[in-house]
Nanobody, 125 residues
Framework: QVQLVESGGGSVQAGGSLRLSCAGS????????MGWFRQPPEKEREAVAT???????NYADSVKGRFTISRDSTKSTLYLQMNNLKPEDTAVYYC???????????????????WGQGTQVTVSS
């Protein structure tokens, strides 16, 4: 049974940093596409960053240069380092996984099979 549990969310001021973690269990994470998604208030869920089994990453234009996705496959853990946060980054952040080796960047949220419960990130101006 695949489980994903996010942590690390919180409230910060603009310009601050947070590091999100997603602890996975019940699967071999190195064989999965994994990604971070977010859902701002009253908006649809959107992709933030993805990483495939080979370490290839992809980012939304709005976070390029500020966010970094990484994974520790030995621990089945996914990370999202978020720097220079902006108020528009405020959202519930979710991690997700799909048993697919590559091609993660082309996937939409609906393609991902497994989801965590989400963690709130609030950035004040």
């Amino acid at each position: 049974q695949v489980q994903l549990v996010e942590s690390g969310g919180g409230s910060v001021q603009a310009g601050g940093s947070l590091r999100l973690s997603c602890a996975g269990s019940g699967f071999t994470s190195s064989r999965y596409c994994m990604g971070w998604f977010r859902q701002p208030p009253e908006k649809e869920r959107e992709a933030v960053a993805t990483i495939d089994s080979f370490g290839t990453t992809n980012y939304a234009d709005s976070v390029k240069g500020r966010f970094t996705i990484s994974r520790d496959s030995t621990k089945s853990t996914l990370y999202l380092q978020m720097n220079n946060l902006k108020p528009e980054d405020t959202a519930v952040y979710y991690c997700a996984a799909l048993p697919q080796w590559f091609g993660c960047a082309a996937l939409s949220p609906s393609d991902f099979a497994y989801w965590g419960q989400g963690t709130q990130v609030t950035v004040s101006s």
